[in-house]
């Protein structure tokens, strides 16, 4: 028997509990995977609390984070042993995921864990660290130089903003971190963010061109935020987008695209193929370093997962929750 995080519904009577289950619960996959750590992302705090239906079917184990080890293999690309780390493809909505001590999975969701990470620091990383790499990849592959200007950051003190800041950072960049947490500023100069933005100088309607600044953006944040980025980025500058924190919705103009040929690259973590996770976990092997990974992780037991889901979609939540599922 193992424990898991288990979410049951039916009409409206809904559970969220640690429970006993045994192996031959676990859904179909050619790898068992023993869990070392799992994490609490925005998505996983939807699906615990029900805010949003992102779970496809129940019973569910949410996680769309796991790392571990190997137990059994019928997939010729993993053997007993090996470690591993899963983001997205899915899990925690459709399948089970990695809120639980052991997962069963597709050999092709699974990506080698670098040397330079343990388990646990792959789980501060997470989805959103590994996002933070996918959009990072976006910016320097768009032909974006340390010496070109300001890159902002917003959502900042977010898990995607936190490792956003300190890859970039790492890189060379001139790093600008938007919040609306005033007491998070020493954290954010931590990071590498060489200055602060209120995030309220983003967060309302503003003029479809504005003022250029930005040589590019990491943007989590969505909404009026990413709109007036769009409309303050330089001339042929580009913006990662990845998150909807302040809104699904982009009321902006095409004008910065047409007159600025600005680039607004869509960033999706959940089905992206083999090679750019590769590439965003090879850039987080090289320029993450472990006491930052420090500086943004909080740790909490499988049980008090459900207690922080909250938290984390009312924005109180610094950092990356990483969930120790064997405590």
Known sequence: MFKALLINQSGDDRSVQVESLAPDQLPEGEVLVRVDYSTINYKDALAITGAAPVVRSYPMVPGIDLAGVVEESSDERWGVGDKVVLNGWGVGEGHWGGLAQYARLRGDWLVALP???????????????????????ALVNHGIAPGDGEVLVTGASGGVGSIAIALLKTAGYDVVASTGKASEEAYLKSLGASSIIDRAELSEAGKPMQRERWAGVVDAVGG????????????????????????????????????????????????????????????????????????????????????????VLAGKIKGRLVVDVNA
């Open 115 to 137: 040397d330079a990470f343990d388990t646990r620091q792959a789980m501060i990383i997470g989805t959103a660290g590994y996002t933070a790499g996918l959009c990072v990849d």
């Open 224 to 311: 009026f935020t990413l709109a007036n980025a769009c409309a303050q980025t330089r001339y042929r500058g580009a913006l990662a987008a990845c998150g909807l924190a302040q809104s699904m919705d982009f009321p902006a103009s095409v004008a910065p695209f047409i007159l600025r040929g600005v680039t607004l690259y869509g960033i999706d973590s959940v089905m992206a193929p083999l090679a750019p996770r590769e590439q965003a976990w090879a850039r987080l092997a090289r320029d993450i370093k472990a006491d930052t990974l420090e500086a943004v992780a909080t740790d909490i037991t499988l049980g008090e997962a459900p207690g922080v889901a909250a938290d």
